[in-house]
């Protein structure tokens, strides 16, 4: 009877295996898309009469070893590619298999596994998170007002908590508790995290809040995060090749992509360490992440709840203090038609999603190295190829020539605030901005008097008074920044 039973199961296993092979086959449409995107890569500015690329020409360029792509259409995934070296060394390619270090997209899911506690009535999301953290209290002081933290400040960056983002730890090194990290005590590399400002007050981004909401997750389901994460998250979105777990011991080291700084070295020991795993602790890859996005979309519309319900999924996606930050993503509004993402940036790795909130569309890349520029690029030719309106973001400046003269008054200093200036030097004909000293880049004229910067097509127009003498700039960068020149 057992040997009758298998003579049944392998054939329909067979069947099922090659009517999945045929699904990921692509179509000669889409083949001839996947081209179109290969061969069509501007920036976020294109200088008049250069470009577009290759993916390869840009990948040599900015030393990209690896990079893997999914694009999302009509609520599927319909392609997924990759490209270049997991390892360089080792020579292992990159493959669809291939997890890279999801950085700050880990966010976002932390944000999925946080409000299904909610759902389940475990956690109140407007209560103060003392109330939940056990091993751990928050150390509440007068810069706070006698201000509450909620969960919904933790995911929306508006609890008014410092440190940015986390640096991680050598693989192999000692690697400091959670509890060591919020607490900034040895082995930990990053502060204490405290107070800035009253919460409730602005949206100022903080890993550091994201770490305290691994805590919370932790104290409330008395296991491990990643354990937790895995099984309520990760599991029923289908994200199985996924984890939270670092180091990723129970990953064959072959499907893990090595981090690549941007001169095209190694990251020591092959990639960092990051026991903050809920702000940067995610290993994935774009065909699992794409899942996330696809079920995002259908809870939305109220078509699946996998995890999260539709009124659920629609909180989490609700901008929680101004139009942008909602829980654990990013809301961009492009003239009504609305996106959800993140980017994200661990040492040697590099990436972004987004996801429409209509239409079922959207793209996820991801790249093992700190060199991002890549990414703009890319996402600009899957804009333009599938038409998705408000992600094609580049635009044409034509650059002319400026006198030597006009050049040598813009030199000088300029107080953008308190404590951050701008310093604008000339080397030979060529104008260079830094900030407080540092991060030097070139400036292009596009006017007599406006400037852009080729990698992000934000602007400086120096601005004169009555006597044509340079009083002050006034920098553009999605909204106005004036800046009196002092020196």
């Known amino acids: 009877m057992k040997t009758s039973r298998y003579i049944f199961i392998i054939p329909l296993l067979l069947i099922r295996l090659v009517a999945v092979a045929q699904s990921l086959k692509p179509t000669d449409e889409v083949r001839d898309k996947i081209q179109q995107v290969e061969k069509n890569l501007v920036g976020r500015v294109q200088i008049e009469g250069e470009g577009p690329w290759t993916i390869q020409e840009r990948m040599a360029l900015y030393k990209v070893p690896g990079l893997s792509i999914a694009v999302i259409h009509n609520y599927k995934i319909e392609w997924t590619k990759s490209y270049g070296w997991a390892d360089v060394d080792q020579k292992i390619p990159v493959t669809d298999n291939t997890l890279f270090q999801a950085a700050s997209l880990s966010k976002s899911l932390n944000a999925v596994g946080v409000l299904k506690l909610a759902q389940e009535h475990r956690l109140d999301l407007d209560k103060d998170i003392n109330d939940y953290l056990v091993s751990w209290k928050f150390p509440y002081d007068s810069v706070s007002k006698g201000k509450k933290i909620t969960a919904k400040n933790l995911l929306s960056h508006t609890a008014g908590l410092n440190v940015h983002g986390f640096k991680g730890y050598t693989n192999g090194t000692a690697i400091p508790t959670v509890v060591q990290v919020l607490n900034g005590s040895k082995p930990a590399n990053s502060e204490a995290i405290h107070s800035m400002t009253e919460p409730g007050l602005r949206s100022e981004y903080s890993g550091g809040g994201t770490t305290i909401s691994q805590l919370v997750v932790v104290d409330i389901t008395h296991e491990p995060y990643d354990q937790f994460m895995k099984r309520e998250v990760l599991k029923p979105l289908g994200m199985i090749a996924s984890t939270f777990s670092q180091p990723p011991a129970e990953i064959k080291p072959t499907l893990l992509a090595t981090g690549y700084r941007v001169d095209g070295k190694e990251v020591p020991g092959k990639y960092n360490v990051y026991p903050e795993e809920a702000a940067a602790g995610l290993w994935t890859n774009p065909t699992d992440l794409s899942k996330y996005i696809i079920e995002t979309q259908l809870a939305y519309e109220g078509r699946s709840s996998k995890v999260l319900d539709q009124a659920t999924t629609q909180l989490r996606l609700t901008p929680y203090l101004n139009k942008v930050a909602a829980l654990g993503v990013f809301i961009n509004d492009f003239n009504g038609l609305k996106y959800f993402g993140h ?102 004229p596009e006017t007599q008097s406006k400037f852009f910067f080729k990698e992000d097509g934000s602007e400086i127009e120096f601005i004169k008074n009555d006597k044509m003498e340079v009083e002050k700039i006034a920098f553009f960068q999605g909204s106005i920044l004036e800046a009196k020149k002092i020196k």
């Open 343 to 444: 980017s994200g940036s661990n040492e040697g790795f590099v990436c972004q999603y987004n996801g429409s909130l209509e239409g079922g569309n959207g793209l996820v890349i991801m790249v093992n190295s700190d060199n991002g520029a890549i990414i703009a690029e890319i996402s600009n030719s899957i804009a333009k190829v599938y038409q998705l309106k408000g992600l094609y973001r580049s635009k044409v400046f034509k650059p002319i020539a400026v006198d030597a003269a006009v050049l040598q008054s813009y030199i000088g200093k300029y107080e953008l605030k308190q404590d951050l200036m701008m310093t604008i030097v000339l080397e030979g004909n060529q104008l260079y901005s830094l900030v407080n000293d540092e991060h030097k880049r070139a400036i292009t």
